[in-house]
């Protein structure tokens, strides 16, 4: 018994310890993140970098470094280390998120488009740029498994959640134009838009390589790759700093019950749902649920990516208000 009742304590010791690490890592980790998006913001403050060369970091990040990225980490994920029902109880959260938002946004303004902004902000993450460095860092030692599932979230985010939102803005945005607009014409140009982006491109590319290369890409394609995928973290965290330039000032004083609501429904409402949802399915079973509920939980305290209010600006739909509560 006391042999039983030491190895027992030793296993509390050790996930104690491994706890205790993880969160060691947590002010490092938001130090060297928040370093880079303030070092963004005080170039643009300062005028070192005009609007035009900062578009030009957004697309260096959007288009070489993003696919690269993404293409580069999908292609070696072991997908046998998923945990699926994590994958699938997330989206499951959103998805109620998604059908709330929308549901009140259309009974009190009877505005699609409005209704597609607003559940697009309350249920998608800044993934990529945010939390993958800001998790890694606090996960990637001891629960690899933990950062997989960010990838897969961030796919699923523009093939379910982008697109939906996208197709109620554009069928929106085409009903203001012409009254007999065919829902079949605008649900074929949002897919196509959709499925040329290139977080979903490079994830199908790279789900293939996955497959030929068995997870282990040849040194001549992972080393470019490898590269590449190195200045996405700084060039999207440098950006978000950077398109924060004008914003703050605009936010004050404008403290009203849309942006507050919207808020309050992305960073508190969704991880409630996602960490009640969690607990309720037993992801990860009995000894790794606690863990798996707060991953879950500190994942839905990322806030909403700044292109929802790049999509909300390309549609007229709500800028200004979107634009405000992303920086609030």
């Given at each position: 018994m006391e042999m039983l009742q030491y190895t027992g304590n030793n296993s509390d010791i050790g996930n104690n310890s491994s706890d205790s690490e993880t969160f060691d890592n947590l002010y490092p980790a938001l130090i060297r993140v928040f370093a880079v998006i303030i070092l963004g913001y005080l170039t643009g403050r300062l005028g070192v970098i005009s609007v035009t060369e900062a578009k030009g970091i957004s697309k260096f990040a959007m288009y070489p470094t993003l696919p690269a990225f993404i293409f580069r980490e999908i292609a070696t994920i072991d997908f046998s280390k998923v945990e699926w029902m994590f994958v699938f109880v997330v989206n499951l959260s959103k998805c109620v998120v998604f059908a709330g938002?929308?549901?009140?946004?259309?009974?009190?303004?009877?505005?699609?488009?409005?209704?597609?902004?607003?559940?697009?902000?309350?249920?998608?993450?800044?993934?990529?740029?945010?939390?993958?460095?800001?998790?890694?860092?606090?996960?990637?030692?001891?629960?690899?498994?933990?950062?997989?599932?960010?990838?897969?979230?961030?796919l699923l985010n523009v093939v379910l959640f982008l697109a939906v939102s996208l197709l109620m803005m554009e069928f929106s945005h085409q009903r203001s134009r012409d009254a007999t607009?065919?829902?079949?014409?605008?649900?074929?140009?949002?897919?196509?838009?959709?499925?040329?982006?290139?977080?979903?491109?490079a994830s199908i590319f790279g789900i293939a390589a996955n497959k030929i290369f068995s997870q282990d890409l040849p040194r001549g394609l992972d080393e470019p790759l490898e590269t590449l995928s190195n200045a996405f973290?700084?060039?999207?965290?440098?950006?978000?700093?950077?398109?924060?330039?004008?914003?703050?000032?605009?936010?004050?004083?404008?403290?009203?019950?849309?942006?507050?609501?919207?808020?309050?429904?992305?960073?508190?409402?969704?991880p409630l749902v996602i960490r009640g949802f969690c607990s309720l399915f037993h992801v990860g079973g009995e000894q790794k649920e606690e863990d798996w509920s707060m991953f879950g939980f500190l994942y839905g305290t990322v806030p909403p990516a700044p292109t929802t209010v790049i999509y909300a600006a390309a549609f007229g739909m709500e800028e200004d208000l979107v634009n405000r509560t992303v920086y609030m």
């Open positions: 938002v929308t549901t009140v946004t259309l009974l009190f303004t009877r505005d699609i488009g409005k209704a597609g902004v607003y559940s697009l902000f309350c249920s998608t993450s800044n993934d990529l740029a945010l939390a993958v460095p800001v998790l890694s860092a606090l996960y990637e030692k001891n629960h690899k498994d933990f950062i997989y599932c960010i990838y897969l979230l961030a607009a065919s829902f079949g014409g605008t649900l074929f140009r949002t897919l196509k838009s959709v499925l040329l982006t290139p977080v979903v491109l973290g700084a060039a999207a965290l440098f950006y978000l700093g950077l398109s924060v330039v004008g914003k703050i000032r605009t936010k004050v004083g404008m403290i009203i019950l849309v942006p507050i609501s919207l808020g309050v429904t992305k960073v508190l409402i969704l």
